[in-house]
């Protein structure tokens, strides 16, 4: 994939990620708060740093693990409460199981399975096992979306950071 077109992933990511507040703390505040993505692709970065390559390279392989983050600044002269950060899991990769952090601990991390419809902390399937159906967690592989529900205010100027791993799928991933 060449940085063109993983800067076009990126932006994808950045148009299909959302914040959610209540419609009175958006009707409110003025100018609108603000969310960005980023994508590093922490393999190749890891590459360089053990010497392994003389610089980055600029293309991303099958198995090659990308941090996404999420940064969302409250740039307006209110606190803003119930803030969510949500982000799919972009076709083409796999989130990597307990990748998902927060920069504050009020974070509450879900994830959904059906296109965001519906959310949970661990979800689960009901699958049959030799005649009988059984209740398990469905393999992080097939999360489809992340998202953290922050509890408490963000203040004016503040930000708080989301961030998770994902692999590259295809030959050897």
Known sequence: MTRHIRSTLALVVLLATSVVMPATAQQAVHPAPSIVVSARNTT??????RKARPAARTTVQPGDVLRYTLTFTNSTAKAVRDVELRDPIPAGVQFVAGSAR???ADARLEFSVDGGASWSAQPMESVLVDGRQVRRPVPAARFT???WVFAGIVPANGTVTADFD???NGAGA
């Open 44 to 49: 190749a970065a890891d590459e360089v740093a």
């Open 102 to 104: 927060a920069s504050r």
């Open 145 to 147: 979306h992340v998202r």
């Open 166 to 168: 994902v692999r590259v």
